[in-house]
């Protein structure tokens, strides 16, 4: 059974940082896109950063120049470095993969359980 475990959540100050890990908690066959979002209350659910196996990255306009996604391969694990923090980074992160868990099965989609990340201001 697949699992994205996220951690590295928790209060920080506007202006600081705080440093997300997701990491695959069971062999697996590939991996393609890992990434990683958001969902502050009352809003919908939205995208930070992704990052494909091959390397490219997109990034949310309301992040870019502040934080930064990277992954290991060799470690089924993804990272999202968070610098300059804002109150309005507020929110639930998640992230999120499309696993291929052996050479016979189809890409599925996963989601992490979440990290609460708070900005204070």
């Known amino acids: 059974q697949v699992q994205l475990v996220d951690t590295g959540g928790g209060l920080v100050q506007a202006g600081g940082s705080l440093r997300l890990c997701c990491a695959a908690?069971?062999?697996?066959?590939?991996?393609?896109?890992m990434g990683w979002y958001r969902q502050a209350p009352g809003k919908r659910r939205e995208l930070v950063a992704t990052?494909?196996?091959?390397?490219?990255?997109n990034y949310a306009d309301s992040v870019k120049g502040r934080f930064t996604i990277s992954r290991d391969n060799a470690k089924n694990t993804v990272y999202l470095q968070m610098n300059s923090l804002k109150a309005e980074d507020t929110a639930v992160y998640y992230c999120?993969?499309?696993?291929?868990?052996?050479?016979?099965?189809?890409?599925?989609?996963?989601w992490g359980q979440g990290t609460q990340v708070t900005v204070s201001s």
């Open positions: 990052i494909t196996i091959g390397g490219s990255i």
């Open positions: 999120n993969a499309e696993i291929r868990s052996t050479m016979y099965s189809y890409w599925y989609d996963y």
């Open positions: 908690s069971a062999t697996i066959f590939s991996i393609n896109a």
